[in-house]
């Protein structure tokens, strides 16, 4: 959480796109609720690596990211 306190999002990308050994479900939930929009797209797409589609189509709309949106829900293949 080092990269989170110094709002230093691209480390925290690197990363995350790097490595595995940290808890995805409590970094995701921690940075969807960060005011910085960079932290936001992180958890987007650690939910999405996760396939939590859900969530990841939540945060997108909530961020008017509707391509993103668009794109989770395409990867969840759910008809609905």
Not at 8 to 15: D, E, I, P, Y
């Given at each position: 959480l080092l990269y989170v306190e110094e709002e230093?999002?691209?480390?925290?990308?690197?990363?995350v796109d790097t490595f595995n050994n940290f808890d995805s479900a409590d970094l995701s939930a921690t940075l969807e609720k960060m005011e910085m929009f960079e932290f936001r797209k992180i958890a987007l797409a650690l939910y999405r690596k996760n396939k939590r589609y859900f969530h990841a189509i939540e945060v997108a709309k909530a961020n008017k990211l509707y391509g993103e949106a668009m794109d989770a829900a395409a990867d969840s293949r759910d008809p609905e």
């Open positions: 230093n999002f691209g480390a925290l990308r690197t990363s």
